[in-house]
């Protein structure tokens, strides 16, 4: 309908919209009528495992996942389809044909109204199986990035945004026509509630501490025993009793501590007097102990996958090692997944990729068990796409990107023997309404 350009302004707002969004909207809530079957031939040691191999589209696994998994999955990653226009092995264009209501596509036939109806049902049920602490990842390039933000403030909401990593993903220098070379992808993280996620970085390397003196507290550094603010009750002089010299905190600042904590700080050991020092040099050690760290761990820095191992190159090679030849177009650094999982999960934890494709993510849990130690399982869902029979895949025996994801999963499992949990139920969407 044309807009009337005379619309009061009480009828203006703001929101993100597209057509076919509110169709899309109405699928999410749409009751599903389908079933999840138990697939005992393809099934990898299934009496012992809690992971999940869902074949399938994964609007539907979403809600039949909705009864047993709402509020358990502490992880969600996922690299949907770019909608690149590109043909990968698996399909990677949405066209207007598939946007309801229709929007024209763009110059190579891509709809990116048939993208944003695409993901928002998954990500609207998504939402609602993480955990109060729970977090999701997920991989974009510049072709739906900022849709796919909108809709991830729209769905998880502005507060919940944790952030965004940067991934490079190459290391040629290509002109891509105007002068600019393009090597990096996004990460977009989001939680439930973004107060209760506890991200954990690297643990801290606590370089510059050590225990010079057998503080029975352990190791320490020198801390800087001065405030920005404080009053008269902050502002002392503190006697050596070695040399006598007395000293001030530098100018413009206050002692971090009063009279009182100062006298309990010596008694303690925390505060420790030089018997030798340079001329303006401070009299006193402020220790800062690392047993009294915040958290033994670093923030998962949003730079931290700029390093090549993290480039996409890494990820076909270590593919073709586990296959012996090019199974998969695209997939991801089982690292860079893995860095993911050790950075928010924890023993017990459940991790969902509903864009699992290769079973990247399948990889990167059971390795970060074999890793910690820590037991985790994980749900891998996708779409029983068939493989064109001039891949590779097809060659070497595999008729579906199911069947190439549940046998990399199988043979990790043999490397990584009893110290993960590799095996899989596998299920199939009876009914399923697949793309
Ligand atoms: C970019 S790939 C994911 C690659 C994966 N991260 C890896 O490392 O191998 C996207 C995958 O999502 C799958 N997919 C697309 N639409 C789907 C749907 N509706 N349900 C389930 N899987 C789907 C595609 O078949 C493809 O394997």
Redesign the pocket.
Known sequence: MKKNVNTPEEEERYEFTWPGKRKCIEEANRACEDKLVFDAEESFRADTTANLYIE????T?LKLLEAEYAGRIKMIYI????NTGSDHI??DRFTAGEAQGSSKGNANGRSHAAWCS?IYPRLYIARKLLTEDGVIFI?IDENEEFNLKKICEEIFGEANRVGEVIRKTKSMTADDGCGFNLQHELLLIYAKDRSKLRLKGEKKAFANYSNPDNDPKGDWCAGDPSARSGGPSTYFEIENPYTHKADLPPSGRYWAFSKESLKRYIEEGKIKFKEKYRDGERGFVFKRYKADAKSQYEPVHSLFAVENEYMNQS?TVELRKIFGSDV?S???PVAYIQKLVQYCTAKGDMVL?????????AQAVMEQCAADGFKRNFIM???A?EVDKKRNAYKEGYRT?CDVGRQRIRLVAERLQDSADCGFKAYKIAGGAD?
């Open positions: 399938g589209d994964n609007l696994a690299d949907p389809p770019y698996y399909s695409m991989s990820a998969f695209y997939p991801k990729d509903f864009f699992s494709g290769s079973a990247t993510t869902v996708q779409l796409e990107l793309r």
